[in-house]
């Protein structure tokens, strides 16, 4: 293949190919959601509790993420006592446009839409 012809396929192939989108990882997860565990306990969410749930807000986009990033908060959260009622409140109270569920050790993370 001639130089010329091998640079053609190497841009058509950067024009025309998707950047593999991944999931976010449970050490993002947990990052953003460990500074919430006083909230979760009866407190009020801290500042850093709401960046976290920002920029946690950001990453969970599709059904993938939302599973991949319940079941990493599932985990991370059975290490604690906490009211897992107090989950779903906790976006509004930040004021962040996220749909966070009532996630329990019973819960299942596959039933997310």
Known sequence: MSRFAFIV???FLLFVSK???????????VAHIAPCIGY???NEPTAQC??????LSGL??????RVASCSCGKQ?????NYDASRLPLLPQKCGV???MPAID???DCSKLE
């Open 50 to 55: 709401c960046a976290g749930m920002k920029k």
């Open 105 to 107: 050790k019973n819960f």
């Open 9 to 11: 396929v190497v841009v």
């Open 19 to 29: 950047p593999a989108l991944s999931v976010p990882t449970c050490k993002q997860v």
């Open 40 to 42: 979760l306990q009866g």
């Open 97 to 99: 446009n996220f749909n």
């Open 76 to 80: 991370a959260l059975s290490n604690f």
């Open 60 to 65: 969970v986009k599709t059904k993938n993420d």
